[in-house]
């Protein structure tokens, strides 16, 4: 299964994970977020609505995406734009992708200090 794990990590975590992938260990797809914020700020509700969406479905419109989802192109297309800004989905020739078929999140949550 091609499974991407989003996750909080530090630049040292990443750069441990790029380090070990150079030695040619395998480090799967990751997607990196310094912050739970800013995970959140990427995936909003709607975001994550229409990664679910797309999770395994291969190039599509944003017209396909926005009728998966239910919602008004105009701001899915939005939200596709916040999507490949941050590096989540990509466009492929007249479409977009998420290249994924499965996702994990992955972080830790601690008591406050």
């Known amino acids: 299964m091609n499974t991407v794990t989003l996750s909080v990590?530090?630049?040292?975590?990443?750069?441990?994970?790029?380090?070990?992938?150079?030695?040619?260990?395998?480090?799967g797809a990751h997607h990196s977020f310094a912050s739970p914020d800013l995970l959140w700020q990427t995936f909003t509700r709607?975001?994550?609505?229409?990664?679910?969406?797309?999770?395994?479905q291969g190039v599509?419109?944003?017209?396909e995406a926005a009728r998966r989802v239910g919602r008004d192109m105009k701001a899915v297309h939005g939200d596709v734009q916040a999507?490949?800004?941050?590096?989540?989905?990509?466009?492929?020739?007249?479409g977009i992708v998420f290249p994924f078929d499965a996702v994990h999140v992955d972080f830790m949550l601690t008591k406050a200090a």
């Open 9 to 27: 990590a530090s630049r040292e975590e990443v750069t441990r994970r790029a380090l070990a992938a150079f030695e040619g260990k395998a480090q």
């Open 60 to 63: 599509m419109s944003i017209r």
């Open 83 to 94: 999507l490949l800004a941050a590096g989540v989905i990509r466009k492929e020739g007249r």
């Open 46 to 56: 709607k975001r994550w609505d229409l990664i679910q969406a797309m999770t395994g």
